[in-house]
């Protein structure tokens, strides 16, 4: 953005402050939407998602949260919510109401809040709590479990900020989701997989297990000799990597286990067919419900 001989100073993450000689510039390109003016003399980029989020955050005296948060920490919610999502202290009276923006009234603990390259935003543990508490308990598992793998937040914190929330909508269902987390899972995929099991109360797989010595299986339910792999779209990249993974699933077939396959096809759209699947396998050798 070309501004000319005008004094204006870009701060971090795109603020602009305009000096007294330069106001009337910033001013035009106010009126043709390029920028956001926050207060006085003080205006962001409205081009970009990190200018968008502080010009909601700053001008509601607000913080990033929920699906806004996730990602500011590179959290990954099921589905894309394009809102800028903030969350108001609840004494903050007035309204509220400003396009493409949801704004969320809450309690906010010193320790609950944070910076994220300039931005004020929810931590990550009570991101993911905020999460689990108003969306799909598949949904909270998909970021806690990341949150976790990550290293983003600990069960500890989630359990924490869960118990500091007591009494809010969802947050029975937060706590567990915080429970269920587990940092082995690898990605959202095999997260929801997971879920559909357990909803499904089939026997609880582990997670990343070494077999072998070397080999490394998705899920694996060891007492029956069967072995789950969650095929995400971006696995098989080339003839090698199939030929690799074809002797990858004979060695496990040599070493006396079963393997069966989905995709996130089969996890998302019809979590009760993989459930039934995985089911009937397990049945198959040996598991008797």
């Known amino acids: 953005m070309s501004y000319g001989r005008a004094r204006l100073s870009r701060m971090e ?8 000689d330069a106001r009337w510039r910033v001013r035009a390109l106010h009126v043709r939407d390029q920028v956001v003016r926050l ?3 003080l205006y962001a980029e409205h081009d970009t998602d990190d200018g968008r989020i502080r010009a909601a955050a700053l001008r509601l005296d607000a913080v990033a949260s929920h699906e806004t948060a996730a990602a500011l920490w590179g959290i990954p919610t099921l589905g894309r919510d394009p809102t800028v999502h903030v969350t108001r202290a609840r004494r903050c009276q007035g309204r509220a109401d400003y396009e493409g923006v949801a704004v969320h009234h809450a309690r906010l603990d010193a320790d609950h809040v944070t910076l994220h390259d300039g931005i004020p935003v929810t931590t990550p543990a009570r991101t993911v709590v905020d999460l689990a508490r108003r969306r799909q308990f ?11 793998r990550t290293r983003r937040c600990t069960g500890e914190e989630m359990r924490a900020v869960a118990d500091a929330c007591r009494g809010w909508p969802g947050v029975a269902r937060a706590r567990r ?10 990605s959202p995929l095999e997260s ?6 357990h909803d499904y109360d089939l026997p609880r797989p582990i997670l990343q297990a070494v077999i072998g010595g070397y080999e490394r299986a998705d899920f694996l339910w060891e007492e029956f000799r069967v072995i789950g792999e969650a095929d995400g779209l971006g696995k098989y990249t080339g003839p090698e990597v199939l030929r690799r993974e074809k002797f990858r699933e004979e060695d496990f077939a040599r070493m006396g286990f079963t393997v069966f396959r ?9 979590p009760d067919a993989l459930a039934h699947r995985a089911l009937t396998i397990l049945v198959r050798h040996g598991y008797r419900p």
């Open 138 to 148: 598949r949904a909270g598992v998909v970021a806690a479990d990341t949150a976790l």
């Open 192 to 197: 929801i997989s997971r879920v559909a099991f």
């Open 39 to 41: 207060r006085r003399g």
């Open 13 to 20: 993450g795109g603020l602009i402050v305009s000096a007294s």
């Open 177 to 186: 989701v915080a429970a269920f987390a587990d940092a082995r899972a690898d």
């Open 262 to 270: 989905w995709t996130w096809s089969d996890a998302y759209v019809r």
